[in-house]
T-cell receptor, first 115, second 114 residues
Framework: NAGVTQTPKFRVLKTGQSMTLLCAQD?????MYWYRQDPGMGLRLIHY?????TTAKGEVPDGYNVSRLKKQNFLLGLESAAPSQTSVYFC?????WGMGNQPQHFGDGTRLSIL | GDSVTQMEGPVTLSEEAFLTINCTYT??????LFWYVQYPGEGLQLLLK?????DKGSNKGFEATYRKETTSFHLEKGSVQVSDSAVYFC?????????????FGDGTTLTVKP
């Protein structure tokens, strides 16, 4: 009963390095989302996907790229990390059916520090 | 666009005290409303929800009623415990919003002292 799994859980990068955060869900959900959580700013949507092979920008997409090659996986990439990207990143998913009434299911987060 | 405004925190209460966390919203359509809870080091998890006006969501002693006339969804609990210490997020999902994206409040940190 895994739900939404994020890897890695923690990571420290140097400015300019690249990395990919992986999100995997085993609930056959159609919709997936990437958020960042910063103190005092709640959750901000970075990118989202409405199905395999589709992606779209959220409210804070700059500096990030995403891919959804398989329905169960949603990858978030940082091509050239910057200190402003230090944050906790959360992935979430939700089914399409009755989506307006369905909550989002969240992973436990990836804590990323950029030095 | 849609928005959610939560009571600012942090909130500190003694065990067995009454809890209210205010939440108001603006939406163009007829949203479903949610309360999520986030414990330290974890992701958000659904606490309760309400999908239409006058619905009451409840779980683990927490309650919230969907008030369309006041556009509110206040969270209440009659007697809090130390284990309720967490961050609470109010959120909405609007069927009219592309991809069913959720709109979250900024979160309210609750600390319950023994």
């Amino acid at each position: 009963n895994a739900g939404v799994t994020q890897t890695p859980k923690f990571r420290v990068l140097k400015t300019g390095q690249s990395m990919t955060l992986l999100c995997a869900q085993d609930m056959n959900h159609e919709y997936m989302y990437w958020y960042r959580q910063d103190p005092g700013m709640g959750l901000r949507l970075i990118h989202y996907s409405v199905g395999e092979g589709t992606t779209a920008k959220g409210e804070v997409p700059d500096g990030y790229n995403v891919s959804r090659l398989k329905k169960q996986n949603f990858l978030l990439g940082l091509e050239s990390a910057a200190p402003s990207q230090t944050s906790v990143y959360f992935c979430a998913s939700t089914p399409e059916w009755g989506m307006g009434n369905q909550p989002q299911h969240f992973g436990d987060g990836t804590r990323l520090s950029i030095l | 666009g849609d928005s959610v405004t939560q009571m600012e925190g942090p909130v500190t209460l003694s065990e067995e005290a009454f809890l209210t966390i205010n939440c108001t919203y603006t939406a163009t359509g007829y949203p479903s409303l949610f309360w999520y809870v986030q414990y330290p080091g974890e992701g958000l998890q659904l606490l309760l929800k309400a999908t239409k006006a006058d619905d009451k969501g409840s779980n683990k002693g927490f309650e919230a009623t969907y008030r369309k006339e006041t556009t509110s969804f206040h969270l209440e609990k009659g007697s809090v415990q130390v284990s309720d210490s967490a961050v609470y997020f109010c959120a909405l999902r609007d069927l009219n919003t592309n991809a069913g994206k959720s709109t979250f409040g900024d979160g309210t940190t609750l600390t319950v002292k023994p």
